[in-house]
């Protein structure tokens, strides 16, 4: 089952790119060729710099291929805690540059058939009223163009939704496709090693003056504590047909609620999320919900998602470290990664050319991690290394577990999985079980 194919997967012609072989010499490499690092190489090549890309596999073979595709600048209820922990400065910054990400993907998506289509997001609570109120008067604040909205279309009960009028939807592997055509990059040229500048892959060494990690989940453990700073969530998407069209994207504000946003005929619900490596509803919750809301419909595809999630909901966008001078990172997008790809790439290839981007603080992976969140995450990777198991993952040693729904052994440390013969699946872990 971990295999089973997206609807993007199952429609997307992507180009194919060579391997890498022997030595190169570049400005700037980039490692990873998910939408973040393709849309950094993109803007690269539009500022004449010098660059190359390796990815491990094949483009959007990771978490790209698997995401619902929503483009907003509405990250769940985030803007009231952004404002509480890091002023209404910093609320306004994440805002405007997810607005800026936005519109150019509006602006990119001209130039190529990738479906994009402009829909109202909205944000539900089916628990209070109150979060959403407290997000609104934030909003409000900042000048947003949100809106309280009573009334909602979904099969069950809620206390209004905070909504985005003209986010967007799109299909990321036709994008992907398109605006990858010309880029220099390597395929199946996996990542081996370090070596200061040098950077080590199975096909031969690739030395940068400047490199930036975009693996979903960084692979270098000894900087940044990565390890400790992020864990990792999965999520799973039905595709229903013989549903009515909801006409908008739809997401609960809590982090185990539903998802909603239709494709052609078809209807994306998503939910059943729970951290990798522990029980939680997968698709036998949306099975059943969905025969609870849609008894009249038809699953026609299913397909799960992985998900970096930091300790404040921000991303880590910038210095991979304090002390590593020309290593550079984007992950921990929880959940929102088209936006958050887009708003990496502006971000990166500035401070790559030395300009000013009054943003680099707000996303800074340096920035402080004092949470209740480091303390679950400190409690897991305890609980990983000291439980039993003979399969133990290769990243740091944690013991893994077996994953009944998707036959596979994950990781509840850091969310590396395996399938049943022991290939990987998902990193930070860097090769197959032995």
Same mark, same amino acid.
């Given at each position: ?27 700037? *490499? ?6 973040? !690092?393709? *849309? ?40 009231? @805690? ?119 892959? /199975?096909?031969? @060494?690739?030395? =940068? ?38 006409? !908008? ?6 982090? @185990? ?13 998503? !939910? ?25 419909? @038809? ?5 799960? =998602? ?51 981007? /009054? ?18 995450? *400190? ?56």
């Amino acid at each position: 089952m971990q295999h089973s194919l997206s609807l993007w997967e199952k429609d997307a012609e992507l180009p194919a790119f060579e391997s890498l072989n022997g030595e190169k010499k570049t400005e700037v *490499l980039i490692i990873g060729g998910g939408l973040a !690092g393709i *849309l950094c190489a993109y803007f690269l090549q539009k500022l004449g710099v010098e660059y190359c890309l390796v990815e491990a596999d094949k483009i959007g073979a990771g978490i790209t291929g698997h995401t619902t595709a929503k483009i907003t600048a509405q990250h769940g209820l985030i803007y009231h @805690k952004i404002a509480g922990k890091y002023g209404l400065e910093a609320a306004a910054r994440y805002l405007e540059i997810n607005r800026m990400a936005l519109e150019n993907y509006r602006v990119l998506c001209k130039e190529m058939q990738c479906d994009f289509a402009e829909k109202d997001n909205f944000v539900y609570s089916i628990e209070n009223r109150e979060k959403l109120e407290r997000e609104m008067k934030v909003l409000e604040r900042l000048g947003a163009d949100a809106k309280f909205t009573e009334e909602l279309p979904l099969p069950f009960p809620t206390y209004g939704a905070v909504s985005f009028p003209k986010q967007a939807q799109f299909h990321p592997l036709k994008f992907l496709a398109g605006i990858s055509k010309n880029l220099v990059i390597y395929e199946h040229t996996k990542v081996r090693e370090f070596r200061g500048k040098t950077v080590v892959t /199975d096909k031969g @060494k690739i030395t =940068a003056k400047q490199i930036i990690v975009a693996t979903h989940f960084p692979m270098l453990n000894k900087h940044g504590g990565y390890f400790l700073k992020l864990y990792q969530h999965r999520s799973y998407v039905l595709g229903l047909k013989n549903v009515p069209s909801l006409e !908008g994207m739809y997401v609960d504000e809590a982090k @185990k609620g539903f998802s909603f946003r239709n494709v052609g005929d078809y209807l994306l619900f998503g !939910g059943g999320s729970h951290r990798t490596g522990k029980q939680g509803g997968s698709y036998t919750e949306l099975r059943q919900a969905a025969a609870v809301y849609y008894p009249q419909a @038809k699953e026609v595809f299913h397909w799960a =998602a992985q998900d970096c999630m930091t300790l404040d909901s921000l991303p880590y966008i910038g210095k991979y470290a304090k002390g590593t001078k020309g290593l550079y990172v984007a992950t921990g997008f929880n959940k929102w990664g088209m936006t958050s790809s887009m708003a990496a790439a502006m971000i990166l290839s500035d401070m790559l050319l030395g300009k000013e981007n /009054d943003n680099v603080r707000v996303f800074s992976p340096s920035r402080g991690i004092l949470s209740g969140q480091l303390f679950l995450n *400190l409690a897991e990777s305890t609980a990983g290394l000291l439980s039993f198991s003979k399969k133990r993952c290769p990243h740091l040693g944690c013991a893994l577990k077996w994953n009944r729904e998707e036959h596979s052994w994950d990781c509840p440390c850091h969310g590396s999985r395996f399938d049943a013969d022991g290939h990987l699946l998902d990193n930070p872990a860097n090769g197959d079980l032995e």
